[in-house]
């Protein structure tokens, strides 16, 4: 059984760029959350989707964003990428939200 | 909102000594109880989950946790560590019945075996 996939593995980008992440979860699985991993803050929540809605998000700025597609696939967005959003972003799926999520390698992200 | 608290960043422990790694939560209601590791280049993995009853819960590879309620603690434990038990360990809560709340991290625990 596949895991839960991240794509791409690294991405570099410069101030003010925006970037977008892919996640593909566990065949099965309709809800997909999103985490960001920093030295600092350590594991923070970001937001979860299930069955394409958002249902709920964590303190984040608005600039981060995503959506979730009928295969519940999701993408993440980041928005005029600031020096503060380097970090590890972190895909995690599960059957409805309410069992234990299941997590991805990561996407490194590294603002220049 | 919740928050959770790991005693401590790093501990260094001899093969074969007992662990047992602090965790409190902060929530007041009912909550989801997980202990997740992460090896060196290797993704988060569950290692044991608390959702109701017995409060001692047994994980993978020899752990185990005991949901105290009254000290708002899951503990994780394992009597005789291994050289292959060096990693990041993160306790996380999430309110229970709510599936659309995401993970409360604590910021983890080194743990590193010496042979």
């Known amino acids: 059984k596949a895991g839960v996939t991240q794509t791409p593995r690294y991405l570099i980008k410069t101030r003010g760029q925006q970037v977008t992440l892919s996640c593909s979860p566990i065949s099965g699985h309709r809800s997909v959350s999103w985490y960001q991993q920093t030295p600092g803050q350590g594991l923070q929540f970001l937001f979860e989707y299930f069955s394409e809605t958002q249902r709920n998000k964590g303190n984040f700025p608005g600039r981060f964003s995503g959506r979730q597609f009928s295969n519940s696939r999701s993408e993440m967005n980041v928005s005029t990428l600031e020096l503060g959003d380097s970090a590890l972003y972190l895909c995690a799926s599960s059957r409805t939200g309410d069992q234990p999520q299941h997590f991805g390698d990561g996407t490194r992200l590294s603002i220049l | 909102a919740q928050s959770v608290s790991q005693h401590n960043h790093h501990v260094i422990l001899s093969e074969a000594a007992s662990l047992e790694l602090g965790c409190n939560y902060s929530?007041?209601?009912?909550?989801?109880l997980f202990w997740y590791v992460q090896y060196p280049g290797q993704h988060l993995q569950l290692l044991l989950k608390y959702f109701s009853g017995d409060p001692l819960v047994k994980g993978i590879k020899g752990f185990e946790a005991e949901f105290i309620k009254s000290k708002f603690s899951f503990n994780l434990r394992k009597p005789s560590v291994q050289w292959s038990d060096t990693a990041e360990y993160f306790c996380?809560?999430?309110?229970?019945?709510?599936?659309?709340?995401?993970?409360?991290f604590g910021k983890g625990t080194h743990l590193i075996i010496q042979p």
């Open positions: 929530y007041g209601g009912t909550v989801n």
């Open positions: 996380a809560v999430n309110p229970s019945g709510g599936g659309a709340d995401g993970l409360t």
